[in-house]
T-cell receptor, first 115, second 112 residues
Framework: DAMVIQNPRYQVTQFGKPVTLSCSQT?????MYWYQQKSSQAPKLLFH???????NEADTPDNFQSRRPNTSFCFLDIRSPGLGDAAMYLC??????????????FGSGTQLSVL | GESVGLHLPTLSVQEGDNSIINCAYS??????FIWYKQESGKGPQFIID?????DKRQGQRVTVLLNKTVKHLSLQIAATQPGDSAVYFC???????????FGTGTRLKVLA
């Protein structure tokens, strides 16, 4: 089945140690998103790619970076994780301009712990 | 009844009753709205959507109502089942921006 796949499901890192989270999609959607979700809170948009165009949210810390080497893959890099970065990180995709289907499709998320 | 928890308001309903979950959205320019269901430890799952040129849309056991005048969205779940227990989020977007902003969310607890 076409889907959004996030790896790993759980990630543990040390304070200050760089970590990369991965997302892939088989939907051929042109937009990919990264959301941060802390416990009992709504998902918060960090950034999104429209094709190769990167769009950063104004309040996303510089500590968070993203790469989209091709349509299918998108990565979230946290350069120096702090304790406050422990959260669920959700990748999502959507299709704009290509089909009458703009809804967000989410992966299962990566739960990041920072020790 | 409805109560406010640490972060998420909670709605408790008896199994078989109807549930109504509300959402106030922020941007009057938003023209597309989605309701998501999120179970513990999982990503949000699409339930139903509605565009701003409509005020009501029905799915299987779910109905979404949109009131643009007061920027209010609601999700009605008929004959609520234990499997409906989850956190429900509304999301809004202006189609030209491709950005989806999520509301606070409501935790639905179904009582047997």
């Amino acid at each position: 089945d076409a889907m959004v796949i996030q790896n790993p499901r759980y990630q543990v890192t040390q304070f200050g140690k760089p970590v990369t989270l991965s997302c892939s999609q088989t939907l051929n959607h042109n937009v990919m998103y990264w959301y941060q979700q802390k416990s009992s809170q709504a998902p918060k948009l960090l950034f999104h790619y429209y094709d190769k165009d990167f769009n950063n949210e104004a309040d996303t810390p510089d500590n968070f970076q993203s790469r989209r080497p091709n349509t299918s893959f998108c990565f979230l890099d946290i350069r120096s994780p702090g304790l406050g970065d422990a959260a669920m990180y959700l990748c999502a995709t959507s299709s704009h301009g290509r089909a009458d289907n703009e809804k967000l499709f989410f992966g299962s998320g990566t739960q990041l712990s920072v020790l | 009844g409805e109560s406010v928890g640490l972060h998420l308001p909670t709605l408790s309903v008896q199994e078989g009753d109807n549930s109504i979950i509300n959402c106030a959205y922020s941007n009057s320019a938003s023209d597309y709205f989605i309701w998501y269901k999120q179970e513990s430890g999982k990503g949000p799952q699409f339930i139903i959507d509605i565009r701003s040129n409509m005020d009501k849309r029905q799915g299987q056991r779910v109905t979404v109502l949109l009131n643009k005048t007061v920027k209010h969205l609601s999700l009605q779940i008929a004959a609520t089942q234990p499997g409906d227990s989850a956190v429900y989020f509304c999301a809004e977007t202006n189609s030209g921006t491709y950005k989806y902003i999520f509301g606070t969310g409501t935790r639905l607890k179904v009582l047997a």
